[in-house]
């Protein structure tokens, strides 16, 4: 199991993401395009060409005229005009240090951040990074050099441990990007969202007044299943020791249950303030995860 990310490997999937569909580069008419490049639609583009139709493309950017005068489905395909903030909050708290099966939740938090980055540098975006943790944030502010994805990736991989103290956790990052991210940013919040508040609600609501959010949740199967072993002791949030039985098949299913009404009550709240969900499992191919979640969201606006 791999319980720390290591540089080497973060800096490798530069190679990864150009195949994730976010980095297309020019033209964003692909079906595996996905959520990043979709964010663009309708400002900053510029045309380009006028192609033939291809099963997946979006039926929005179709030119009636070429294809009423030609009988055959053409598409108009389009050239971005400039770069946009890219802004990746990645939770490093303590708690990420947790996994039964896979990676720990950081290695998979901080490989997410890696592709998403590199697909965001790539096109030629401004990309910068807060990670933050119960008592501290450490600051990237968005540039287009590469030396600013660098610097992110040796703080996550831990090879530069300064942190600033800051405390507040989530809720203290949301606030701190939507005071000081430039309006019309890309945000992406990767972290463990199975301890969310209530309050969450107020602060992604503000969040997307201004700016484009995507939640990466990062998961491991025992966020929702509890394992069989017998009496185990706990500490609850208020320092206190707890036993539990975790053979009990009615307490398990429960444990199962509460988890369920939590994730569906977060889902409703994104859906409701318009912000995408792309969870990544500790025991899944991140890049795999992400590919599948930016497919799904090209499918859903293709639709509408």
Known sequence: MSTEARLDELLELRHQARTLGLAAHHRVNSHLVGLYASVFRGQGMDFDEVREYHEGDDIRNMDWRVTA??????????????????LLCVDVGPHMQFATRGAFKQVIAARAAALLGWAASDRNDRVGALLFGEHHQHLFRPTASRHAMWAMLRALSGEDAHRSEFEGGLLAALDRVNRGA??????????????????????????RQRHEVVLVPIDDPADWEMPAMGDVAFVDGDGQRIVIDTDDERGRRKYTEQWRQRRNALESRAFKLGVEMIPVRTDEDVHLALHKGLARRAMRRAVR
Request: with cysteine.
């Open 182 to 207: 430039p309006t019309g940013a890309l945000i992406f919040v990767i972290g463990d969202f199975n301890r969310c508040k209530d309050a969450l609600d107020t602060a992604l609501g503000r969040l």
């Open 69 to 86: 005068r030609t009988g055959v489905p053409h598409l108009k395909l389009y050239r971005e005009e400039r770069g946009r903030d890219v």
